[in-house]
């Protein structure tokens, strides 16, 4: 199993612009979610899914979509990049309702200048 | 609103000394996890803990859970420098999907 895998590693991007962080799962789990990471405030939840066709808001979600057609991918979209989007962003996902952990992917460092 | 706090937020110690990381959570919960991240790296899992009392142990590192109390710690017993790294603690609602609240990590550097 490949686990979590993201793209692209890392991206610059000029204010305004769009793109598409992308999350891809092999182990058939459930639950997706994306986290940003910024220093010195942990990891912060901004979307997450329970499964295809199913998302939802976490506690930072503005300025992001998200869409979940099949079970292993969950894509990141940002439709006009801030600079306070600047951040890692990492995907992780799990069972639902289980008693495992987390599967985090390696992140993609964002540069929105 | 589920807040986590955890302290101390830097940790300097010598190696083969012991210490003890705190993580407090607001609201009651009986899902605590442990993450360890190095510097430019992904979170690797550490512990899972699923009730009152659990106590989970691997290597130099402890990790207990008192929901009573709504602590968890996480012990490092005769730290080597390879343990050097920042530590996260995080929270699942029982009310929630999944969904986790994290604490802002301790940093903790090992020294020779």
């Known amino acids: 199993n490949a686990g979590v895998t993201q793209t692209p590693k890392f991206q610059v991007l000029k204010t305004g612009q769009s793109m598409t962080l992308q999350c891809a799962q092999d182990?058939?789990?459930?639950?997706m979610s994306w986290y940003r990471q910024d220093p010195g405030m942990g990891l912060r939840l901004i979307h997450y899914s329970v499964g295809a066709g199913i998302t939802d808001q976490g506690e930072v979600p503005n300025g992001y979509n998200v869409s979940r057609s099949t079970t292993e991918d969950f894509p990141l979209r940002l439709l006009s990049a801030a600079p306070s989007q600047t951040s890692v962003y990492f995907c992780?996902?799990?069972?639902?309702?289980?008693?495992?952990?987390?599967?985090f992917g390696p992140g993609t460092r964002l540069l929105v200048l | 609103e589920l807040k986590v706090e955890q302290n101390p937020l830097f940790l300097s110690m010598q190696e083969g000394k012991n210490y003890t990381i705190y993580c407090n959570y607001s609201t009651t919960s009986d899902r605590l996890y442990w993450y360890r991240q190095d510097p430019g790296k992904s979170l690797e899992s550490l512990f899972v803990l699923l009730s009152n009392g659990a106590v989970k142990q691997e290597g130099r590192l402890m990790a207990s859970l008192d929901t009573k109390a709504r602590l968890s710690t996480l012990h490092i017993t005769a730290a080597v420098h390879d343990l050097s790294a920042t530590y996260f603690c995080?929270?699942?609602?029982?009310?929630?999907?999944?969904?986790?609240?994290f604490g802002t990590g301790t940093r903790l550097t090992i020294i020779p």
């Open positions: 992780a996902s799990s069972y639902s309702d289980s008693e495992e952990t987390q599967y």
């Open positions: 995080a929270v699942e609602s029982n009310f929630g999907n999944e969904k986790l609240t």
């Open positions: 182990m058939n789990h459930e639950y």
